[in-house]
Nanobody, 124 residues
């Protein structure tokens, strides 16, 4: 069981930035990811990173060029730097983990371990 604790959410105006953090258990050979969800919609993949080779990162189309996922293995923390935020980025952001490689299609159903979530609200 991987423990995942998110923080860093909040309210920001459009065009602003936020950095989310997710403290994890010490893990190897896992895909760590960020997903987001708004009420009434499916959980959407934002970004993923593979623990054993951080060159393997994948992003959802709607965040490419604006969001960056990174990991500090010493601190067992994965970050999501969010720049140029838009109102449509509003949602509950969840950290997730799954044993094995990451894949480019960021499917929430592939992940079995989830954090409690942190709310991000972007106002226009």
């Amino acid at each position: 069981q991987v423990q995942l604790v998110e923080s860093g959410g909040g309210s920001v105006q459009a065009g602003g930035s936020l950095r989310l953090s997710c403290v994890t258990s010490k893990v190897r050979n896992h895909c760590l990811g960020w997903f987001r969800q708004v009420p009434g919609k499916e959980r959407e993949g934002v970004a993923t990173i593979y623990t054993d080779n951080e060159r393997y990162k994948y992003y959802g189309d709607s965040v490419k060029g604006r969001f960056t996922i990174s990991r500090d293995s010493e601190k067992n923390t994965v970050y999501l730097q969010m720049n140029s935020l838009k109102p449509e980025d509003t949602g509950m952001y969840y950290c997730a983990a799954e044993l094995g490689y990451c894949y480019s299609f960021l499917r929430s159903g592939d992940f079995t371990q989830w954090g409690q979530g942190t709310q991000v609200t972007v106002s226009s």
